[in-house]
């Protein structure tokens, strides 16, 4: 039982680049979302999606992409990096907003 | 603008003591309280909470909402090296979709 799978796990990047970042759940999930964690910050919300098709913003979504076309994956993608996004990134998910989320692993992305 | 804090930011305390870790929230058309437990990776569901003063427990674990004090405490009994990890705590809003999470509370627990 996979659950929430993020890929990669750990990703250096340059500034000015782009890159996506992969999250996928097999439990059919309605909602998913992404976060960024950063010390002392806590969670915070970047985007967030309902169902396939229907996507949100969420507290920090500057410099990020969303897409939802299936209800199994939920990209996220980075534009142009830059540094202030060296971050640890997690996906959830769960079957419906109102019910507590599962989590991926994470990514650890670092932009130099 | 809505928020959760949470207290203490940090905490270090010895095997077998017990603790209590606060969350108080200011959040719009509050739904839900909801407690998570982070060690290395990936944060892990404990409670969720929706009613005023009705304790959920599991094993040494324990919580309880206090709707009129908008605020929440995770209580561990006789805590072991193993609740080391941060205590994430999150507000639900009706309506929005959104979860508003706290800073978290480092607790490391010595042997």
């Known amino acids: 039982n996979a659950g929430v799978t993020q890929t990669p796990k750990f990703q250096v990047l340059k500034t000015g680049q782009s890159m996506t970042l992969q999250c996928a759940q097999d439990?059919?999930?309605?909602?998913m979302s992404w976060y960024r964690q950063d010390p002392g910050m806590g969670l915070r919300l970047i985007h967030y999606?309902?169902?396939?098709?229907?996507?949100d913003q969420g507290e920090v979504p500057n410099g990020y992409n969303v897409s939802r076309s299936t209800t199994e994956d939920f990209p996220l993608r980075l534009l142009s990096a830059a540094p202030s996004q060296t971050s640890v990134y997690f996906c959830?998910?769960?079957?419906?907003?109102?019910?507590?989320?599962?989590f991926g692993d994470g990514t650890r992305l670092s932009i130099l | 603008e809505d928020k959760v804090v949470q207290s203490p930011l940090s905490l270090v305390v010895h095997e077998g003591d017990t603790v209590t870790l606060n969350c108080s929230y200011e959040?719009?058309?509050?739904?839900?309280l909801l407690w998570y437990k982070q060690e290395k990776k990936a944060p892990t569901f404990l409670f969720m909470l929706?009613?005023?003063?009705i304790e959920k427990k599991s094993g040494r674990l324990s919580s309880i909402l206090d709707k009129k004090e908008l605020s929440s405490i995770l209580n561990i009994t006789a805590t072991q090296t193993g609740d080391s990890a941060i205590y994430l705590c999150a507000g639900d809003t009706s309506g929005t979709y959104k979860y508003i999470f706290g800073t978290g509370t480092r607790l490391k627990v010595l042997a």
């Open positions: 439990m059919n999930h309605e909602y």
């Open positions: 959040v719009t058309n509050f739904r839900s």
């Open positions: 959830a998910s769960s079957r419906r907003s109102s019910q507590p989320q599962h």
């Open positions: 929706t009613s005023s003063g």
């Open positions: 999606s309902v169902g396939a098709g229907i996507t």
